[in-house]
């Protein structure tokens, strides 16, 4: 079982920037793949980006590439999401979510998702 818990969400204005993180307690974190999804009012979760067990590999969707950047720290065992130059568009719960298997695009590839943060651009 794996525990996720993110942070760092909030209200901001479009053009600034802002940095989830995602915790997990996890003895074997460094195993798994992760990735970070959202999910705006009366839309499917969709994905954001994702990252290796090493780190060394990174995904992005289209929509947040050369804005959002993924990155981990196994020491650590969090995983960080900063976004830059947000837009009024990026407004959403954004989910932290683990997986063994993957470095998938879809949410069904992840067993393990954290509760949420919302994250609100203001134009």
């Known amino acids: 079982q794996v525990q996720l818990v993110e942070s760092g969400g909030g209200l901001v204005q479009a053009g600034d920037s802002l940095r989830l993180s995602c915790a997990s307690s996890a003895r074997t974190f460094s195993l798994y793949y992760l990735a970070w999804f959202r999910q705006a009012p009366g839309k499917e979760r969709e994905f954001v980006a994702a990252i290796s067990e090493s780190g060394r590999f990174t995904e992005s969707a289209d929509s947040v590439k050369d804005r959002f950047t993924i990155s981990r720290d196994n020491a650590k065992n969090t995983v960080t999401l900063q976004m830059n130059s947000l837009k009024p568009e990026d407004t959403a719960v954004y989910y932290c979510?683990?997986?063994?298997?993957?470095?998938?695009?879809?949410?069904?590839?992840?067993?393990?998702w954290g509760q949420g943060t919302q994250v609100t651009v203001s134009s």
């Open positions: 979510a683990a997986s063994l298997y993957t470095l998938g695009h879809e949410a069904h590839d992840y067993a393990y």
